[in-house]
């Protein structure tokens, strides 16, 4: 079947303006993360999404940074007033159960470059 | 919080050669630890997930290694192929994961 999907898969955009990902994860899994990752480092948790609900958001850098998932499936991303420090690619990952440690299978990532 | 080590950043073998992957984290109370292979501009490919519970788990030519109360695990790659040129990333579980810096292995023709 369909794994993980992101879009855009590449997006430039200028210093201070607004943007969303959007991650579609594996139909049926209920649990969904977002990572970030920088250059030449591994990914970084973001954020961890139990159905509609983000369970946990302790990774998320700064207010500027905001997720939503609000039917339980697609999640969007959202960064506000964007830095040239937001420039990195943003993997999402989905996993079958809600807090559980199934493996978690990860999509390409967008890659953000704030110039 | 959990720190993720891998040694070495980088390695070179011959075609062949068997390779040896480390990873150490500083917290043993994790639910398991995944390694997982990414190639340049794309996304994450999970090789093997070990359960806590679990001191190894294979998959063809790979195999991994799990000591909790040392907070170890090696990634053995046998009879290494130029196609297993990537980087290599181990990743611990307590629900979100933390992952090292990954080492890069060039398997040379």
């Known amino acids: 079947g369909a794994g993980v999907s992101q879009t855009p898969s590449n997006k430039v955009t200028e210093k201070g303006k607004y943007v969303e990902l959007r991650c579609d994860p594996i139909s049926g899994h209920t649990a969904l993360y977002w990572y970030r990752q920088s250059l030449g480092q591994g990914p970084e948790f973001l954020i961890y999404f139990q159905g509609t609900g983000a369970a946990d958001d302790s990774g998320l850098p700064n207010d500027r940074f905001f997720a939503v998932r609000p039917e339980g499936s697609v999640s969007t991303l959202k960064i506000q007033r964007t830095e040239r420090g937001d420039s990195a690619v943003y993997l999402c990952?989905?996993?079958?159960?809600?807090?559980?440690?199934?493996?978690?299978?990860f999509g390409p990532g967008t890659r953000l470059t704030v110039l | 919080k959990q720190e993720v080590t891998q040694i070495p950043a980088a390695l070179s073998v011959p075609e062949g050669e068997n390779l040896v992957l480390n990873c150490s984290f500083t917290?043993?109370?994790?639910?398991?630890l995944q390694w997982f292979r990414q190639d340049p501009g794309k996304g994450l490919t999970s090789l093997l997930l070990?359960?806590?519970?679990?001191r190894e788990q294979t998959s063809g030519r790979l195999n991994a290694s799990l000591d909790k109360s040392s907070g170890r695990s090696t990634l053995y790659i046998a009879a290494s192929q130029p196609g297993d040129s990537a980087t290599y990333l181990c990743a611990v579980n307590d629900y979100k994961l933390s992952f090292g810096a990954g080492t890069t292995v060039t398997v040379r023709a």
């Open positions: 070990i359960q806590s519970s679990q």
């Open positions: 990952a989905s996993s079958l159960n809600e807090g559980s440690t199934d493996t978690q299978y």
């Open positions: 917290d043993s109370a994790i639910y398991n």
